[in-house]
């Protein structure tokens, strides 16, 4: 097996378990048995085919093989893989060493059944470029290895010159192809890897956006809800005192009933904010009904006069838009009733065909100046709660001029 780039080796030498390129690493050392198992049928056949020949010098033919055989189980089966880069290169050394010998003892050509594993181990030993110059050389020094072992005719020289060009080329093609493959294969796993530890990180990031976003709408939920009912209840708490001092038990017990309304809305809305439901006015009611009923209740706790009125046919729309229309109209009354002294305000709904859906909130109030920058995590949060469906929110008043505040929402 090639050795990866030394950059990329630097960077990941030990890949991590349950990686790709563990389990690809894994799956090389699960082939050594194999490797073993057909060397040594490569060395068993040629030595049986050696004895049954009886040929010339098949004692030093022997000894060659069982060098070649000592060296494979000294260094040879430490070095595949690369995994110990200076015993696959001494296994490689000796190994060709003593095939060019055997070669050039072994007029027949017995030895060649060795050739079937050596050229596969050098490969998977050394890296791409020191095995392409094994190679190179080994087929070189079996060619010469030929031409020593006696006198040769002009067609025998062709013959042999021929065969080694043939060795070397299906040699190195095949090596460099299989080398190709390999790489191919880890640098797929380094990337599955890398892949995987994006995702990772991005998850890891989402999760803390997806924590971020519902810390941003929880704050919301309460501004809008919570915030503006304890706001309701502390403005009838101070009227009730003005009347009980005044002496009118009327106005009184009125008050403490809009004062147990309020509180028993915000307990619902405490819980629906915990379980991450639809709001409490919307809950088994149109939103139409939603907004009537926050009309007639900021109109009975501040003694302002307000009406609803509803444009075209009323349709269902994505609950998610009928949320900021509602929330939008909480936000614009809480406004109305702190801060505009106003006598009047109107909500309007709008359905007009073929646009998007409109809420519109305006008062007769003592109105601001809607040029100037302003701050306030109401109307902030306003605007971003109807950016996320895809509508608009804005803001139009003059001093002395009352104020209009618009919401749109896709159908």
């Not at 048995?33 to 004895?51: D, G, K, Q, R, Y």
């Not at 809305?265 to 405490?270: D, K, M, S, V």
């Not at 149109?286 to 900021?298: C, G, I, S, W």
Request: aromatic share 6%.
């Amino acid at each position: 097996m090639s050795a990866p780039d030394p950059a990329a080796a630097q960077q990941d030498c030990a890949p991590l378990p349950g990686t790709s390129s563990h389990q690809l690493d894994e799956m090389w050392r699960r082939q050594l048995v194999w490797w073993h198992v057909l060397f040594a049928v490569l060395v068993v056949t040629t030595v049986v085919v050696m004895l049954a020949e009886d040929k010339p010098h098949l004692g030093w033919q022997l000894a060659c093989v069982g060098g070649i055989a000592a060296a494979y189980a000294v260094w040879g089966r430490r070095g595949l893989g690369e995994q110990q880069s200076r015993a696959a290169l001494t296994y490689v050394t000796v190994a060709w060493v003593l095939m060019v010998a055997l070669m050039a003892l072994d007029g027949s050509g017995t030895a060649w059944i060795l050739t079937f594993g050596l050229f596969p181990q050098t490969w998977a030993s050394l890296p791409r470029n020191r095995a392409a110059t094994a190679v190179v050389l080994a087929v070189v020094g079996i060619g010469l290895a030929r031409l020593w072992q006696g006198p040769r005719t002009g067609d025998e020289l062709v013959g042999i010159a021929i065969s080694t060009a043939i060795m070397l080329v299906l040699s190195l093609t095949l090596g460099l192809f299989i080398d190709r493959i390999i790489r191919e294969a880890d640098t797929r796993a380094r990337t599955i890897d890398e892949l995987r530890r994006t995702q990772d990180e991005l998850a890891a990031v989402e999760r803390a956006q997806g924590v971020a976003a519902e810390r941003e709408r929880i704050s919301r939920e309460i501004h809008d809800t919570l915030a503006q009912g304890f706001t309701s209840v502390v403005t009838l708490t101070r009227a009730t005192q003005s009347a009980l001092e005044r002496g009118d038990l009327d106005v009184v017990r009125q008050r403490l009933r809009v004062i147990e309304q309020t509180a028993a809305e915000n307990l619902a809305e405490a819980r629906l904010i915990v379980a991450e439901t639809t709001p409490g006015h919307l809950q088994s009611r149109t939103l139409a009904e939603a907004l009537q009923r926050l009309v007639d209740a900021v109109a009975d706790g501040s003694g302002m006069t307000g009406r609803l009125v509803v444009d075209g046919v009323p349709e269902v729309l994505p609950a998610n838009s009928e949320v900021v229309l509602l929330r939008s109209a909480q936000e614009s009354l809480a406004n109305v009733r702190r801060h505009s002294r106003a006598g009047s305000f109107e909500v309007r709904l709008r359905y007009a065909e073929g646009e998007p859906v409109s809420l519109e909130v305006t008062d007769d109030g003592v109105g601001f100046d809607s040029g100037q920058d302003r701050s306030g995590y109401g109307l902030d949060g306003a605007t971003a709660r109807a950016a996320e469906v895809g509508g608009r929110f804005e803001v139009d008043s003059t001093p002395g001029g009352g104020s209009r505040v618009r919401v749109e929402v896709p159908r």
